[in-house]
RNA sequence: GGCGCAGUACCCAAGUGGGAAGGGAGAGGUCUGCAAAACCUUCAUGAGUCGGUCCGACUCCGACCUGCGCCUCCA
């Protein structure tokens, strides 16, 4: 098995991975607060989740991925004077908790599978698993790392030695009530909440009875419980937002091991944001971009994926229009490199890298040229098929072993996307590849990029009115006589009137065919707006 | 005040102590009635500024300048 190398932020340098068990990765990833539509910097972070359990699944490992949804108790605030997330946003569309919850569930899942993000093995909801929270509150408190204090259970930041090691933070450094109020129950300004009860805020949707009252958890302790629950005690990687370093995923891990008085996490990785122009987006402040919002503009939800991997996963992406217009022209040009190693591969068989162990995958040969695509039940499994990697090294020619390899090495290396989107150019344009095994590389390369290349389908039939569409038609058959009798002026007549109402002739071997004009697909200049809109 | 990141061609963006990936845009070419598309070729003697270490630095060190994130919820 190769090695893979992420970078640790505990500790704060690269570090090659070595799971608890051989062969198994336990992973757990920062799911989303499910009170608001997912922005695209949100979504950032579970396309690097994406990356990171298939590169574990290709490179052979045997995942276990989990993801939270929380859907209770998330308060505006980290102290118990804020609102309710949930509750709030309940409030001001008229639906109650659970439906805001599950509206907004659905709507993430919806963008996540537009991404081609596969879904998790365990997705689990906060609610859910209230009682195994109240369990490891018992297990912390027993431990003598909690007191009460005006209706609340905190945790003691200054019974737990190495509190803030993640962050390097130093806790005499730290200013209280530079920014936020001071919780005058407090006794250290990092000390959190595990539970809180209904007597600290009224209007509270979701309660829970607990040996600390009626009330319900704080934010920290659903990851630290859900987390051992589906992965144990201890477990390999945890991942999130570069945001979640100082006081989430640092009172996560306070927590936790205060309970075990283990080891809980062995690595962290934590991605950068996304920022506008005018900064980063937040769900808070208003005025956020979600896919949605791309796709009505034309793109598509994998444009912005390739976008996402054409930057490093810890490097700040400033998000523009113009980035996403070239990702989305690399991206159409990929695939228009693929589908031509199609035609020339022909019967010669490409084969899927699941292929390469004998079966043959039925998405990748043929059929592209024959009518009608392949349906669902042709796509291959999307999912990296563990330990397919070396053998197919093995059967591939030397020039595209070599590519697969600096690609691997590329992935292993701390998730190098943009290496690794090199390397798939880079065996695409290879005039010493054959094209069957040029197409058999670049799909293996494909099962960690995701952008879906094995599931191609030759143009998309641009989607009009059949009445448009049929006069289109007509025009083309008119120019076509034009053509035939050397009456350049009218066929070009035709193709300039066309071409002002967006639709653009090509000429090939096989005839003329037509299609939208890609400008069409710009962004509206309202669109372009980055981040500074009030929220309405 | 604390923690941290970045400044690479027109744009996005990698790697590297000793030949500066890749993509987009642009330019030239092949093809075409002309286009478009596609394909091929081309595109940073130089890496914010100034010093230092070194046989040699874009890469290490220091200073400065500029931009950015976090220390409230937040991916």
Redo the contacts with the bound molecule.
């Keep these: 098995m190769r090695s893979l190398r992420f970078f640790n932020t505990l500790g704060?340098e690269l570090q090659e991975f070595r799971p608890l068990v051989p062969g198994k990765a336990g992973f757990y990833g920062?799911?989303?607060?499910v009170y608001?539509y997912?922005?695209?910097?949100?979504?950032?972070?579970?396309v690097v989740d994406d990356l990171i359990s298939r590169t574990l699944r290709w490179f052979g490992y045997e995942v276990s991925h989990v993801m939270n949804i929380?859907d209770v108790g998330?308060?505006?605030?980290?102290?118990d004077s804020?609102e309710d997330?949930m509750l709030r946003s309940a409030q001001e569309r008229g639906q109650s908790v659970l439906e805001i919850a599950r509206l907004y569930t659905e709507a993430f899942f919806r963008d996540t599978e537009r991404l081609n993000i596969l879904r998790p093995g365990v997705v689990c909801k906060a609610t859910d698993h209230v009682p195994e929270m109240i369990a490891l509150i018992k297990r912390i408190e027993a431990n003598g790392y909690t007191y009460f204090a005006g209706g609340n259970l905190y945790f003691d930041v200054s019974r737990f030695p190495s509190y803030g090691e993640l962050?390097?933070?130093?806790l005499d450094?730290?200013?209280a009530g530079?920014?936020?109020e001071i919780d005058a129950n407090k006794r250290n300004?990092a000390d959190?909440v595990l539970w809180f009860t209904k007597s600290k805020f009224e209007n509270q949707a979701l309660v829970w009875d607990s040996p600390w009252g009626r009330g319900y958890p704080g934010?920290h302790i659903e990851c630290s419980a859900m987390s051992m629950k589906y992965l144990g005690e201890q477990f390999d990687i945890h991942a999130?937002?570069?945001?979640?370093?100082?006081?989430?995923h640092t009172n996560e891990i306070a927590q936790s091991e205060a309970a075990t008085g283990k080891k809980w996490v062995s690595y962290w990785l934590?991605?950068?944001?996304?920022?506008m122009n005018?900064?980063?987006?937040?769900?808070?402040?208003g005025g956020?971009l979600t896919l949605q919002t791309l796709v009505d503009a034309g793109y598509n939800a994998l444009d912005y994926r390739y976008?996402l991997l054409?930057?490093?996963y810890?490097?700040?992406?400033?998000f523009?229009y113009?980035?996403l217009?070239?990702?989305r022209?690399?991206?159409?040009?990929?695939n228009?490199?693929v589908l031509?190693l199609r035609d020339r591969a022909g019967e010669g068989g490409a084969t899927s890298p699941s292929g390469a162990g004998g079966a043959t995958s039925p998405s990748a040969v043929g059929g592209m040229t024959g009518a009608g695509a392949p349906g669902p039940a042709a796509s291959s499994d999307p999912h990296p098929t563990p330990g397919n990697l070396e053998k197919l090294i093995g059967h591939l020619s030397p020039a595209a072993a070599a590519r697969l390899k600096a690609f691997a090495d590329?992935m292993a290396?701390?998730l190098?996307t943009?290496?690794a989107?090199?390397e798939?150019?880079?065996i695409l344009?290879d005039?010493l590849v054959l094209p069957a095994e040029a197409l058999q590389t670049a799909f293996a390369m494909d099962e960690v990029l995701g952008l879906g290349l094995a599931d191609l389908k030759r143009e998309e039939v641009p989607s009009v009115d059949p009445g448009l569409a049929a006069e289109i038609e007509g025009l083309v058959a008119e120019?076509h006589l034009a053509?035939k009798a050397?009456d350049?002026?009218r066929?070009?007549a035709i193709?300039d009137e066309l071409k002002n109402r967006g639709i653009?002739?090509?000429?090939?071997p096989s005839g003329?065919v037509w299609r939208l004009e890609a400008a069409a697909l710009v962004a509206p200049a309202g669109a372009r707006a980055s981040g500074t809109q009030s929220p309405t």
Aim: charged share 30%; glycine share 10%.
């Design positions: 704060r920062c799911g989303p607060t608001n997912a922005h695209i910097g949100n979504l950032r972070a579970y929380t998330h308060l505006s605030g980290d102290d804020g997330k962050a390097r933070l130093r450094d730290l200013q530079a920014r936020v300004p959190f934010w999130g937002g570069i945001d979640h370093i100082p006081i989430h934590h991605n950068e944001f996304i920022v005018s900064g980063k987006m937040s769900k808070s402040k956020f976008f054409g930057g490093h810890r490097s700040q992406l400033q523009s113009e980035g217009d070239s990702a022209a690399a991206r159409r040009s990929l228009e490199r031509a590329a290396d701390d190098s943009p290496r989107l090199a798939l150019w880079g344009r005039s120019r053509k050397k350049w002026a066929a070009d193709r653009i002739l090509e000429d090939g003329t």
